[in-house]
């Protein structure tokens, strides 16, 4: 089936790192996606990772993938409180030639300064 | 490089008018998808379209319409308009259908009186 779960909430002090979980469950993902949306905004495109990597950097992210639990983290180093958004994960599945994302309820990141 | 755009950015309907949506791609992106996004839903997927063809459609009713043009750009069209209907509609832009990155217009914030 096609789901993909997130924490609704997160909350941080600005200079710590902050860790968003996801999990998906259709295995054929080829991409996984990291969106940050704020408020009154479309969606920015984070990063994305492929589904044959187990990890990716990009200067203060990082995402790792585990591929055999259906887990995707994306941890942001010295959180600062402009990081404060809502964070999706998406997949994009590989069982067609598309590019339909399914995406998860976003995670909210509060960064206390 | 221009990002994605959508017009209008707000609108205000009445319920049962309908309503057309606008879309324009990133130069070179030929591939168009839709999606919804409401507090009680999230993020859905309503259609994609790639070389003036629908190539995959989401599980919403035919009121529900949408178009792409030989310059890439699309159209969405809402009609018979309901309350439910209310949600920010935001378009991404691709190269191609797959495994490719996604890029997110600003949305059109449609309100149903």
């Known amino acids: 089936g096609e789901d993909v779960e997130q924490s609704l909430f997160l909350s941080v002090r600005e200079g710590d790192s902050s860790v968003i979980n996801c999990t998906y469950t259709d295995s054929s993902s080829t991409y996984l996606y990291w969106y940050k949306q704020e408020p009154g905004a479309g969606l920015q495109l984070l990063t994305y990772?492929?589904?044959?990597?187990d990890m990716k950097q990009d200067q203060r992210l990082t995402v790792l993938l585990n591929k055999k639990d259906k887990h995707l983290s994306l941890r942001i180093a010295d959180t600062q409180t402009g990081d404060s958004a809502i964070y999706f994960c998406a997949e994009m599945l590989g069982s067609s030639n598309t590019g339909k994302l399914i995406f998860g309820q976003g995670t909210t990141l509060q960064v206390k300064p | 490089k221009a990002g994605v755009t959508q017009t209008p950015r707000y609108l205000i309907k009445t319920r049962g008018q309908q309503v057309t949506l606008s879309c324009s791609p990133i130069s070179g992106h030929r591939s168009v998808s839709w999606y919804q996004q409401t507090p009680g839903q999230g993020l859905q997927f309503l259609f994609e379209?790639?070389?003036?063809?629908?190539?995959n459609k989401g599980n919403f009713p035919g009121r529900f319409s949408g178009r792409q043009f030989s310059n890439s750009r699309s159209e969405m069209n809402v009609s018979t308009l309901e309350l439910g209907d209310s949600a920010l509609y935001l378009c991404?832009?691709?190269?191609?259908?797959?495994?490719?990155?996604?890029?997110f217009g600003p949305g059109t914030r449609l309100t149903v009186t």
């Open positions: 990772i492929f589904s044959n990597m």
């Open positions: 991404a832009s691709s190269l191609a259908p797959g495994p490719y990155e996604q890029y």
């Open positions: 379209y790639f070389s003036e063809t629908q190539r």
